[in-house]
């Protein structure tokens, strides 16, 4: 990512954030359970404590993004919690679409195209690193 693309999706975060995380995590599995239904099996019934996980999950992310080396732990640990999960590398592109379509949503008219490039080019390096880390652990 470059150094416009990292504060063009600190500060989108930043205004996003401020949605309610229980709305935003409904959109977002809403979408995912939409595009692929099998994968709703991989879920609690309950989701509330998913949601907020997620948010949470993205905020640490997001703020370390001009660090991204210190995230490469996290990123391994969380990779490898959703391979025994039965995660797969093709689940990567429906979680993709689902995140860019809930920030549009949330985002509004400050969804512009350089926010939706930055945010695909931040959700590809992410994506990217889980999934080579869970190759190494599978």
Request: charged share 25%; proline share 2%; hydrophobic share 50%.
């Amino acid at each position: 990512m470059t150094g416009q693309e990292i504060i063009v999706v600190k500060k989108s975060w930043g205004i996003f954030r401020n949605i309610d995380p229980v709305l935003i995590g409904d959109v977002f599995y809403s979408r995912v359970f939409y595009k692929a239904p099998a994968l709703k099996k991989m879920f609690p019934a309950s989701m509330d404590g998913q949601y907020k996980k997620m948010i949470d999950m993205l905020s640490v992310m997001v703020a370390r993004l001009e660090r991204v080396e210190e995230l490469s732990t996290d990123i391994s640990e969380l990779a490898r919690r959703h391979v025994a999960y039965g995660v797969k590398a093709w689940h990567y592109a429906i979680v993709g679409d689902a995140l860019l379509w809930t920030l549009e949503q949330g985002l509004g008219r400050d969804w512009t195209a350089e926010v939706k490039d930055a945010w695909a080019s931040c959700y590809q390096m992410l994506a990217g690193a889980m999934i080579a880390a869970a190759d190494k652990t599978n």
